[in-house]
């Protein structure tokens, strides 16, 4: 077994104490400058701040490396808290990129002055609009598309919709590329609202659906929950009530979905009412190679709502079933197919919700759903068909309801 190795900053304070300033100040810098960017990145501001600032004295005011660190400084100031005094050294590094003729440098440097001077209140679209200038979207695409996105949505706030749409396509053009998902997302989800304030909702419904497909749910549940309550603001905005009502019970069954998000999903559902919006309402709307997304979603959504939530979904989807005899085969086939990508836990409670939902049904409307399970199960492989049927003979010999579902 080998002994584990310190932390970086251990080391690099050893070299500082190897290399005293007053006989090896370039030396001396150089570690103070790595010594400031690991204390950074541990959360260590105020003792990273002080390291950088010695190595940018010792580094000189004609060296790159001083540029590089005092933008490191500005980095560490606006990390604990202080954008005021970080724009000042971002505004240093960006002269000092610029006089060594280095542009992608140089608009780093300005992407960073603009974000701090977004969050002083401050004009930030000149500062976002080099930057995206400077970095060359074939060398750096990464940060070539978070200067666009960050440029659309200063645009965006300044009231100009259309120059933003125009810059947060090629955001996310630039994020797609560089297979930046995140980045994608977050350029979707602000393209969406600027087709809004352009008053164009069916160009935002589709940026908001490539903003929540860019937003997994299971990996960035509130980019996604923010994606889907935009969603159904657009659908709204569109005349589609039913999709509207749908997304926005999405939105709010997303695990601590932000305020925002639950603020903006409850207002579509207050203006709309009580209506049209469960799974088979969307469905009946949607082609049928769509369906087994759309299930899939719902079904999650499910999974994770209270008890009581559960129990009426489930029962509104029986109820729907019996409601549909031409579509009915295919839709429980679907429906089927959903729980099998679910989570074992995940599946049982829903069949235990089904089999519940059947209790005080009519004898020929609890055979019409057996019979409709059973031959659902059979459309899958012989692994897949057993589990499922098992899983409900199992759970109905426990809970109540048809004992062969063959």
């Not at 009580?274 to 499910?302: H, I, S």
Request: with cysteine; glycine share 8%; aromatic share 6%.
């Amino acid at each position: 077994m080998t002994a584990a190795s310190p932390p970086p900053f251990v080391e690099l304070a050893a070299r500082l104490a190897r290399y005293p300033a007053d006989h090896y100040p370039i030396q001396h810098a150089t570690a103070s400058f790595h010594l400031g960017c690991a204390l950074t990145e541990a959360g260590r501001f105020a003792e990273a701040e002080r390291a950088l600032a010695v190595a940018a004295e010792l580094f000189g005011p004609d060296r790159v490396e001083r540029a590089k660190a005092v933008n490191a400084r500005g980095a560490a100031l606006r990390a604990a808290g202080a954008p005021g005094a970080a724009a000042d050294y971002f505004q240093q590094a960006a002269a000092g990129f610029a006089a060594a003729g280095l542009p992608l440098e140089r608009g780093a440097a300005l992407f960073n002055l603009g974000l701090v001077r977004r969050e002083l209140g401050a004009d930030a679209i000149d500062c976002f609009r080099q930057a995206r200038t400077l970095l060359d979207a074939d060398r750096v695409p990464g940060p070539a598309a978070a200067a666009a996105r960050e440029l659309g949505a200063a645009l965006l706030t300044a009231g100009d919709a259309e120059a933003a749409a125009r810059v947060l396509a090629d955001a996310g053009a630039l994020a797609e590329c560089g297979r930046d998902l995140a980045g994608l997302g977050a350029s979707l989800n602000t393209l969406g609202l600027a087709r809004l304030a352009q008053g164009a909702p069916r160009e935002a419904v589709e940026a908001f659906l490539g903003a929540a497909g860019a937003h997994p749910r299971s990996v960035r549940p509130e980019g996604h929950a923010m994606a889907v309550a935009n969603l159904a603001l657009a659908y709204e905005r569109s005349g589609e009530p039913v999709r509207a009502r749908f997304a926005a019970r999405q939105a709010l069954g997303v695990p601590g979905a932000p305020a925002p998000v639950r603020s903006t999903a409850d207002a579509v559902l207050q203006r709309l009412g009580r209506g049209p919006g469960d799974l088979l309402d969307v469905l009946d709307l949607e082609p049928a190679e769509q369906w087994p997304q759309v299930v899939r979603e719902e079904l999650v959504r499910w999974s994770d709502a209270p008890p009581a939530d559960r129990a009426a979904a489930v029962d509104a989807f029986v109820d729907g079933v019996v409601a549909r005899p031409a579509t009915a085969a295919d839709l429980v086939a679907t429906w089927l197919g959903g729980l099998l990508e679910l989570p074992p836990a995940s599946m049982t409670a829903l069949v235990i919700a089904t089999l519940r939902a059947l209790r005080d049904r009519p004898a020929d409307q609890v055979e019409r759903v057996r019979s409709l399970v059973a031959r659902g199960c059979a459309r899958y492989h012989i692994p897949q068909m057993d589990r499922l049927t098992r899983t409900f003979e199992a759970l109905a010999a426990e809970h109540g309801g048809p004992r062969s579902w063959r």
